[in-house]
Nanobody, 126 residues
Framework: QVQLVESGGGLVQPGGSLRLSCAAS???????????MAWYRQSPGKQRELVAR???????NYADSVKGRFTISRENGKNTVSLQMNSLNSEDTAVYYC?????????????????WGQGTQVTVFS
């Protein structure tokens, strides 16, 4: 009932920057609120890992590997979350996934579920 659509991935050289965006929308019904919005990433042969997350109050958490280089932000009124990635290196190469903890109504009682985007590839190459 809720879709997360990501954009902004691509190819970049080491030291470069990329900005990822994710927008949540209700395919049916209406989004009431989104508690936590987050970005995860997964490299080949590795487990999916948390990159950064931000709650409804704007409190953020980052993986140690991206602190000082990545910034997560959200616009609550638009149900969007972005990830500004600076000083990228080869270790950042991965598929990045948007994640959201969504409360919504769709023809019945209030529901709360965890949703994932389809993923967007980020490749850092020299």
């Amino acid at each position: 009932q809720v879709q997360l659509v990501e954009s902004g991935g691509g190819l970049v050289q080491p030291g470069g920057s990329l900005r990822l965006s994710c927008a949540a929308s209700a395919a049916s019904g209406r989004i009431i609120s989104i508690n936590v919005m987050a970005w995860y990433r997964q490299s080949p042969g590795k487990q999916r890992e948390l990159v950064a997350r931000v709650n409804l109050g704007g409190i953020t958490n980052y993986a140690d590997s991206v602190k000082g280089r990545f910034t997560i932000s959200r616009e609550n009124g638009k149900n969007t979350v972005s990830l500004q990635m600076n000083s990228l290196n080869s270790e950042d190469t991965a598929v990045y996934y948007c994640n959201a903890d969504v409360a919504f109504i769709s023809g019945g009682p209030l529901m709360r579920r965890d949703y994932w985007g389809q993923g967007t590839q980020v490749t850092v190459f020299s």
